[in-house]
């Protein structure tokens, strides 16, 4: 299994397309474009969901990105306290505020799950390769 790891924080993530080497990382273990396009998405969402949500306010979270033949797993840490949330089961309507982003994730990725640890929030999610 290959593994990518980054620490990131809200300049690194402003100033920085971490896309790019989320893409290479997958180009190098032969992930499909598909799979690429739905992995990047999910994860740029994600960072700015927590970055945007997490309360109190957060600077930094460290994404941990795993690839074998079979999947993709994508795990987000931040020492933020777990905020209580249920997935839409339907896309939000163009006028929501909020709640696309999850949408998105849980669609696309195969699992998904989010939970409280010592140290934070732990969400992660898979895609089959």
């Given amino acids: 299994m290959n593994s990518l790891q980054f ?3 809200r300049n690194i993530f402003a100033n920085h397309s971490i896309s790019k080497e989320i893409e ?6 032969d ?7 739905k992995v990047i ?8 969901n927590i970055f945007t949500h997490a309360a109190p306010k957060i600077n930094s979270l460290i ?13 987000l840490l931040d020492n933020s306290q777990m905020q209580p949330f249920t997935p839409p089961t339907d896309c939000p309507p163009a006028e929501a505020v909020s709640g696309r982003g999850l949408w998105i994730i849980k ?3 195969d699992n998904v799950r989010i939970q409280e640890t010592v140290a934070g929030t ?8």
């Fill in 7 to 9: 620490n990131l924080n």
């Fill in 107 to 109: 669609s696309w990725m």
């Fill in 63 to 75: 994404i941990i990105l795993h690839c074998d033949h079979q999947k993709i797993v994508i795990d």
């Fill in 41 to 48: 998405t999910c994860v740029l969402e994600a960072v700015s």
């Fill in 122 to 129: 732990h969400l992660q999610f898979s895609i089959a390769v």
């Fill in 24 to 29: 290479q990382f997958m180009l190098q273990n």
């Fill in 31 to 37: 992930v499909s474009d598909a799979k690429r396009f």
